[in-house]
């Protein structure tokens, strides 16, 4: 049974740090790219930053180049994103999706549904 939760949003100030990590599970990582999207209201769905299951490459969209890390820790099956020197522009729901693309397709702008796996998401609120 596959399961892809998310964890680690919540409210910060402006120029913080938040950590979000998606647990997945129940499929073969080598086959998948794991990553992370945002849609903040009224606004479409964007990639931030997609990792290759297979072999770690790693693709970070503008929204999040310079500010946030995305790493793999091995033997837990579990993405994480580093999130630092937040701004309110990067409040959204981010959800963690998994699909059988590469990662640089999985955070492109024309790749933003018909995932094969995702989370419910987790708000991050950027705002002083």
């Known amino acids: 049974q596959v399961q892809v939760v998310e964890s680690g949003g919540g409210l910060v100030q402006p120029g913080g740090s938040l950590r979000l990590s998606c647990a997945a599970s129940?499929?073969?990582?080598?086959?998948?790219?794991i990553g992370w999207v945002r849609q903040a209201p009224g606004k479409e769905r964007e990639g931030v930053s997609c990792?290759?299951?297979?072999?770690?490459?790693?693709v970070y969209t503008a929204a999040a180049k310079g500010r946030f890390t995305i790493s793999r820790e091995f033997g837990k099956n579990t993405v994480s994103l580093q999130m630092n020197s937040l701004k309110p522009e990067d409040t959204a729901v981010y959800y963690c999706?998994?699909?059988?693309?590469?990662?640089?397709?999985?955070?492109?702008?024309?790749?933003?549904?018909?995932?094969?796996?995702w989370g419910r998401g987790t708000q991050v609120t950027v705002s002083s």
């Open positions: 999706v998994v699909d059988q693309v590469s990662p640089k397709t999985l955070c492109s702008s024309w790749h933003l549904d018909g995932y094969n796996y």
């Open positions: 129940g499929f073969t990582w080598d086959y998948y790219a």
């Open positions: 990792i290759s299951g297979s072999d770690g490459s790693i």
